[in-house]
């Protein structure tokens, strides 16, 4: 890698392989979307919990002052708003800051699964019509 | 020669001898006091690179991750924008020097998904003049007397680009019935894109290669072919030989033969004729 971000990125978008290796780089995304779009019918079907649950001291402690002090958690809230382009308003609750703040880690991290995951939520929406 | 002269070999069809060829010539040219650039276009698994012994080397740098921007970049809309950031070495990075006198830009695996990326420009014209643009503005100053590109063996998009950047075909031909179909076919695909898009790709060289003329039959369709195409054909024909074949499985062309056989120094001389005659015709004498 260079020291040049947007060289990085200029590689990453024009490097290819050849096709039975993209071929494959797609199948995995394949296989992703369709566990999805299993899992929300799952969780339509009320089979499945729609709660995800973590185990982290240190963030439990912040989540807890923050609820102290609204403030911050509207601050928290509109940041990650911002971020995400949502054009949501009123005032941000906890479970609101958490859920756009897993959004947006993994959106950072991880561009083609979550573009993998809309697809499937995409998908899942539009089945039956 | 002040101009860079181009020239690309092509056939719709495989097993023809054109990479053979393209490296033969190649180094004739070379033989001949030419500075010459190869182009490998003609598909991932990078013949011309093993004929001219620099696969390996190759191979390794795209296992290390080193071989980027390559022969696909520069088919990208984004390469200027590359070419600018990288500066000088955008282009000088994608040449390998070989030990016979040539240069040579290999072929990369990206060529494999470039076909059908390139088939998602809407417009024919700028579609197929990806390569013609990079010649023009990166290789063109190098300052190559000549440029060969080696094309795959199918018509494409890869292989249209090809055409439209050289304006000038080599087709390397067996002595068969197969092969004076293809040529005629390709006669006709080079009067189609005259006509669509008003640019001229001529056939400049018609190269009989691996001729046996023990055979009469093979006599026969090499005297067909001069009078088919009697201002393309190459002044001689490149014999069947052994020697070829060795060579080009130990990674070099017959030139670097130390000992060569008689058919070996034939074909030798066969291409030093065609390589002096395909720059008179490059330069339109």
Known sequence: MSDDPDLDQLREATDHGDRLDEAAGADVYEDLRESMVEYLEEIDEGGRQKTVSVWDGDIAALMAALEDHPEHLQAYGEALREELDLGETGTPDRSEVLRLALRLGLREAAPDDMETARKAKQDHATRGL | ?285
């Open chain 2, 1 to 285: 020669m002040s101009e860079t002269l181009r020239a690309a070999t092509f056939l719709d069809k495989g097993g023809t001898g054109k990479t053979t060829t393209v490296a033969h010539l190649g180094v004739a040219l070379g033989e001949l006091g030419h500075d010459v650039l190869l182009i490998d276009l003609a598909g991932k698994q990078g013949d011309l690179g093993k004929h001219l012994g620099v696969f390996d080397e190759y191979q390794d740098q795209i296992a290390n991750d080193e071989a980027w921007p390559n022969i696909a970049t520069v088919f990208d809309d984004q390469w200027p924008t590359i070419a600018e950031k990288l500066g000088d070495k955008a282009t000088a990075d994608l040449i390998l020097s070989t030990d016979e006198g040539v240069d040579l830009i290999p072929a990369h695996p990206g060529l494999d998904s470039l076909d059908a990326e390139l088939g998602n420009i809407d417009d024919a014209r700028e579609r197929y003049t990806r390569l013609e643009a990079f010649l023009d503005e990166y290789v063109d100053p190098l300052g190559y007397d000549v440029v060969l590109i080696d094309l795959p063996g199918l018509t494409n998009n890869v292989s249209y680009n090809g055409l439209w950047a050289a304006h000038s075909v080599i087709a390397p031909v067996e002595m068969g019935p197969f092969e004076a179909e293809q040529a005629d076919a390709l006669r006709r695909d080079l009067d189609k894109i005259r006509e669509a898009f008003d640019v001229t790709i001529d056939l400049s060289l018609v190269l009989p290669n691996k001729v046996d003329t023990r055979t009469k039959l093979a006599e026969e369709y090499l005297e067909a072919f001069r009078e088919e195409y009697p201002e393309a054909m190459a002044p001689e024909y490149v014999p069947y030989s052994q020697d070829i074949r060795n060579a080009t499985e130990q990674g070099h062309t017959a030139f670097a033969h130390p000992d060569p056989s008689a058919t070996a120094s034939v074909a030798q001389a066969a291409y030093l004729d065609a390589a002096e005659v395909l720059v008179e015709r490059l330069q339109g004498g």
